[in-house]
């Protein structure tokens, strides 16, 4: 365990120097706009997730830029402890990201309602926030196995390839759900799921654990045939 939370803050100290101060104005400025713009907090919660996306890839291109991978090695540090550790880094910084933007979307949404020049809602419903966050979660556990398999440099320009296929079946079940596209017993349990917030709720997270348990065994096995 200890071993583990080191290796966890080892990867928040690489990615340090990415978290420049023009960035963080840039990030709070998007939060900010988002979140003036929808009058809600949940497009900041994108905006936030948007950049943990972005920033996990962070630490395999510094270790491979380093050479990290090989010191991991040379230390004899277990291969499934830094990929649990990859993963957990993840996991705490898209909850850093959300906390972050939350907190800068709130501020200036108070802002305006103080000043009598804001009537939209400063909070949106759990199950739409956990509808966002299961997205850029499941893009995310596309990209690690990626960034195991081939390394940050090849694996880089296919990274976008989860966004492209996520949103194309988000949009297939949006516009199929619409028309006559899906059996309508499929269509009866998709509005059954929507309406019903608890329900949602357990289906994404069932879903979240089977699709993150899949790509932890996929970049373990991945990271095991790699040689350093």
Excluded: H, W
């Excluded at 991991?72 to 993963?87: E, M, P």
């Excluded at 103080?114 to 893009?139: K, P």
């Excluded at 296929?165 to 297939?172: D, R």
Aim: proline share 2%; hydrophobic share 60%.
């Amino acid at each position: 365990m200890a071993k583990l939370a080191a290796f966890v803050r080892l990867d928040f100290v690489t990615i340090k120097p990415y978290f420049t101060a023009k960035n963080m104005l840039i990030y709070i400025a998007l939060a900010v706009y988002m979140a003036i713009m929808s009058k809600n907090i949940i497009m900041a919660i994108g905006i936030g997730l948007m950049i943990a996306t972005l920033n996990s890839g962070y630490p395999f291109a510094v270790g491979e830029k380093c050479g990290i991978d090989t010191l991991y090695a040379t230390l004899g540090a277990d291969r499934k402890t830094v990929v649990k550790g990859r993963y957990i880094f993840a996991l705490l910084l898209n909850v850093c990201a959300i906390l972050f933007t939350t907190v800068f979307a709130l501020i200036a949404l108070a802002i305006m309602a103080f000043f009598g020049s804001f009537e939209g809602v400063l909070v949106e419903s759990l199950e739409a926030t956990l509808l966002l966050s299961a997205v850029f979660l499941i893009i995310q556990s596309m990209q690690i196995p990626m960034y195991f398999k081939f390394g940050y440099a090849k694996a880089k320009f296919f990274s976008f390839l989860p966004f492209f296929l996520v949103s194309v079946v988000v949009a297939f079940i949006v516009m199929n759900a619409q028309g006559n596209g899906m059996p309508s017993g499929l269509i009866a349990s998709i509005q059954s799921l929507v309406l019903n917030g608890k329900a949602l709720a357990a289906a994404i997270l069932v879903l979240l654990v089977a699709v993150i348990g899949i790509s932890y065994r996929l970049s373990l096995a991945f990271y095991k045939e790699r040689e350093f």
